[in-house]
């Protein structure tokens, strides 16, 4: 009997995968829609392994990694809030790579009713609320200070500003109707219903997606075969499927 019942063991133990693991992911809210997509296929590809994504602002998602909170892989917007995520310790600088590009566009409700087309036409005084993303911890809403601040419209525009803690906040106050305008990805305009997009923002350089193995991570090995499956043909074309566009040559 001791020697079935081990037998049977064996036989249990041999048609279980050899990798299995679980790993959390932590990414920038811009991303929901695609790495969910990226989930299945990596999945499908490691039997047996499994993914935990948690979506919010890249500067939101660094605070949580500084709680201790459960993460194996951050994904940010931009190398900003990456780059302060390894002078901090919370990820493993060696692991930092580049997995996806992306366009920052000036988005308004389906109709335009305040009949936005640039960023200039936001000074107009039937433009009242334009929604942006905290720069103080959203990429994105970084990425349009930036961009406002070099038409000198920054200052200009304060009271019209609407703060938001995320993109995806921003996109979904668009579609709502709340907001005249808002600075949202083009990949969040291309995905949202009842939003178009006015015009794109000149940025002296795309936005940039950044992946990294973080410094707890349990599982530091799968982890860092998600950030390669990112980066590989088969992520690429998952990540493409949403509007990202590849990386450049590492």
Known sequence: MKRLFAALLLVLAASLPASAGSITVFAAASLTNALADCKTGFEAAHPGDTLALEFAASGTLL?????GAPCDVFVSADPETMTLAVDRRRVDGATRRVVALNDLVLAVPAGNPAKV???????????RR?????PESV?????AKRALQQKALWFALTSKLVYYPSVRHVLAALAKGEIDAGFVYATDAAAGRAVAVAAPV???SPVTYVAAVAAKA??????AAFINYLASPEGVATLGRYG???PPQQ
Not at 117 to 127: E, K, P, T
Not at 130 to 134: C, D, L, R
Request: proline share 13%.
């Open 63 to 67: 605070e949580r990694l500084g709680t």
């Open 117 to 127: 087309d640039n960023l200039d036409s936001l000074s107009r005084g039937g433009v």
């Open 130 to 134: 334009i929604g942006v993303g905290n």
């Open 139 to 143: 990429p994105a809403g970084r990425y």
């Open 202 to 204: 000149p940025l002296p």
């Open 218 to 223: 349990a599982d530091p090995k799968m982890a």
């Open 244 to 246: 990202f566009a590849p």
